[in-house]
């Protein structure tokens, strides 16, 4: 049941910043289609954030360090556009246009995410 939550906050974050930002798309037919589709890109981007990230963060230790942890907004940042080459690949309507959306939009998707996660609590 939490990764059906935690997926379910993770569209809605994505929806908040695709709602927000210009460079972040998500297209559809209908609000079904879309939010289906949010729901798919947030599996995706759990996805990449589980598999892909705790490599990237043990090879980079030494650059979390040194940057005292911000090169963390730039990894989020491309594993961001990194779900959206993937959703573009299996033809999924979700798109960010470059580095900067999805900058922004990782930092409003981590934000939005917290402040849900607030609210809902942790079985943990």
């Given at each position: 049941?939490?990764?059906?939550?935690?997926?379910?906050?993770?569209?809605?974050?994505?929806?908040?910043?695709?709602?927000?930002?210009?460079?972040?798309?998500?297209?559809?037919?209908?609000?079904?289609?879309?939010?289906?589709?949010?729901?798919?890109?947030?599996?995706?981007?759990?996805?990449?954030?589980?598999?892909?990230?705790?490599?990237?963060?043990?090879?980079?230790?030494?650059?979390?360090?040194?940057?005292?942890?911000?090169?963390?907004?730039?990894?989020?940042?491309?594993?961001?556009?990194?779900?959206?080459?993937?959703?573009?690949?299996?033809?999924?309507?979700?798109?960010?246009?470059?580095?900067?959306?999805?900058?922004?939009?990782?930092?409003?998707?981590?934000?939005v995410g917290w402040l849900?996660?607030?609210?809902?609590?942790?079985?943990?």
């Amino acid at each position: 049941m939490s990764i059906l939550i935690k997926t379910g906050i993770t569209a809605v974050a994505l929806a908040v910043a695709a709602l927000v930002l210009d460079g972040i798309t998500v297209t559809g037919d209908d609000t079904g289609r879309r939010a289906l589709t949010l729901v798919a890109v947030a599996v995706i981007f759990g996805l990449v954030n589980a598999i892909i990230k705790p490599i990237i963060k043990t090879l980079g230790c030494a650059f979390y360090v040194l940057t005292l942890g911000l090169i963390g907004l730039v990894v989020n940042a491309l594993l961001l556009l990194l779900t959206s080459k993937i959703a573009t690949e299996i033809d999924l309507p979700f798109h960010v246009a470059g580095f900067w959306a999805a900058f922004w939009g990782a930092i409003i998707v981590g934000v939005v995410g917290w402040l849900l996660n607030l609210f809902v609590g942790d079985d943990d």
